[in-house]
């Protein structure tokens, strides 16, 4: 986050209408000589024309790089800025990079003001996010996957499967890239299965792209694909889900949208009635469990046996008269 602050920083002190010396730059950024060329290396390698002027002796930004000034409001501003800084770090997008030099150049065209206005708002304002897959060790696959969709061509995968307990060889003709709460999944055709199934990039061990390409199913939905899933994991039924939760932990429940089908009553004691209809129930079994003992589930049941297994092996494995740390 420092650098990212430091590269914005950076870019508004060389779009100044005159060039500014090295050691200005330095001064103004308290970094080092060393940490203030690598940041002009990084500028440079992001595509920015950062250029010596040796008759004045000093570095300055080519104003023709940026786009043409665009009139955003305060709250426009301060939204993007966000962006910039507490999001794009995380590295959760694909060409991260390019998109973190693309917000750094319409930043740094925003007025002054503005830029000093919204900053100091920023500077009490973070964003905490659940652990996720680092985009950085699946970069080169999702590049491949990318230039799949784009032409249109067949990908042969070597695949840790989860599902299959192997790993498994297929060709996938890929219709939809899409990130679900922790990583990055590819959804396509694939000829093995005969059906359009989900893979997880993390679980790739090779992609080789193939000369075949494919004609993609112009009715595919996203939205359909997934149906009711609790989240992507659709089962062989719908079922009814009704859970009843703790007055502990009722006020967490309900003030989040867990599903589009999802309904909630409270009731006297501070209680809250969670229902929803969902595909299937293992993934609502997890979600479920996280709870603890401040739920109850109600209906379905195979549901409540599903959730009922877990603590039974639990005290299997870590109930009776086990030894104690350093016991005999």
Wanted: glycine share 6%; net charge negative; charged share 30%.
């Amino acid at each position: 986050m420092e650098r990212i602050h430091r590269l914005i920083h950076l870019v508004q002190l060389l779009q100044r209408d005159e060039p500014i010396p090295f050691e200005d730059l330095r001064r103004e950024l308290g970094t080092s000589r060393r940490t203030l060329f690598r940041d002009l290396s990084v500028l440079e390698q992001a595509g920015m024309p950062c250029t010596f002027d040796r008759e004045k002796g000093g570095y300055i930004l080519e104003r023709s790089y940026f786009l043409p000034p665009v009139k955003l409001s305060l709250e426009e501003a301060l939204a993007l800025m966000l962006f910039t800084r507490r999001a794009l770090h995380r590295r959760l997008v694909p060409g991260h990079r390019a998109a973190t030099a693309a917000a750094l150049k319409i930043e740094a065209a925003l007025p002054s003001r503005v830029r000093k206005h919204c900053g100091e708002l920023l500077s009490s304002v973070d964003v905490r996010y659940w652990p996720m897959s680092d985009v950085e060790s699946i970069g080169d696959v999702l590049a491949l996957l990318q230039q799949a969709l784009a032409d249109r061509r067949k990908a042969a995968l070597r695949y840790d499967s989860y599902y299959e307990q192997q790993e498994i060889e297929t060709v996938l003709c890929p219709y939809r890239l899409t990130f679900v709460r922790r990583g990055w999944y590819v959804i396509g055709l694939s000829e093995m299965h005969g059906q359009v199934r989900t893979f997880k990039i993390e679980r790739m061990i090779k992609v080789r792209l193939l000369d075949e390409t494919f004609a993609p199913d112009e009715g595919f939905d996203l939205d359909d694909y997934f149906g009711d899933a609790w989240q992507m994991i659709r089962g062989d039924r719908r079922y009814h889900v009704v859970v009843r939760f703790s007055p502990k932990v009722a006020n967490n429940v309900e003030e989040v949208a867990w599903h589009r089908t999802q309904q909630t009553q409270r009731l006297p004691d501070g209680s809250l009635i969670f229902e929803v209809d969902v595909e299937g129930v293992v993934e609502i079994g997890w979600w479920i469990l996280g709870y603890g003992k401040e739920v109850e589930v109600q209906e379905p049941p195979e549901l409540a046996e599903l959730v009922a297994e877990h603590p039974r092996a639990m005290v299997a494995r870590y109930g009776g008269d086990r030894p104690t740390a350093g016991g005999t």
